[in-house]
Structure formats: C-alpha cells, structure tokens
C-alpha cells in the first residue's frame, strides 16, 4: 500500500472513531435528562423506573387534596378514571388554576412504596388546553 493511501485510510479510520465515541458520550449524556411520561396504571404496574426524574399525569381526584397545618406540604392522588390511583406529594406552591377534576402533570421521582415526591406540579391552563399525554383521559371524563 502507498503511503498516501495509507495515510488517508488512518485519517477516515481516526474519523470514525472519534464521530462513534462523540456520538456514544452524546447519547449516555442525554439520557440523564431525558423526563419520560408514564401514567397512573404504569406507576402501579412498575413500568416507571423508582428513584429517577420522571413525569406522570392524571385527573387530579375528588376530595383528596390535602394541606398540612404547618408549612407548604400537599398530598393530592392523581387517577386516570379506569381504577388507577396513585398518591402524590408536593412542597410548595400550587399552580393557581390546579383544582379537583382537572388534569394535571407532576415532575419528579416515584419513591419504593409508589408515592410520588414531586418538585414541580402543573396544571390545566384554561377550559380548552389538554397536555397532549392526558388528551384520552380528558375526553373519558367529559360528559
């Protein structure tokens, strides 16, 4: 082989490996960051991964908010009205339009018992906004 030739299938090979290790650093990298959507059936069922960032969505249920006395703790189960409920806590402010009924999307992680520690909750912005993951369970709960 001639050393020009030589030389050039060195430079495509170093290439190469250097676009595949780019590409595999890239692709670990991400998927640190990377928030999947899982529903309540898939919190039960345990498809969501435990103790990682993850979101999750449903119908916030009736009549199971509930505020402590002392600080900005929240409990409130989340429900995609086909029998799957799961219990979510949150400490800090609630979005002003997050109501019994609506939908909403939490940002966190599920904890070992299924409970899932949120560090950001939100909701339904007006009448007509659905998230696009909660699209099914909003039109299974209109009349």
Known sequence: MKAVRRRRMLILAFLFCGGSVTVALAVVALQQYINHFYLPHEILDGTA???RQIRAGGMVVHESVVYE???LMTTFE??????STFSVRYEGLLPSLFREGQGAIVIGILNERKTFIANEVLAKHDENYVPPELKDLHEANDP
């Open 49 to 51: 991964p435990i103790d």
């Open 69 to 71: 006395a002392e600080g």
């Open 78 to 83: 989340l429900s995609d009205l086909k029998g």
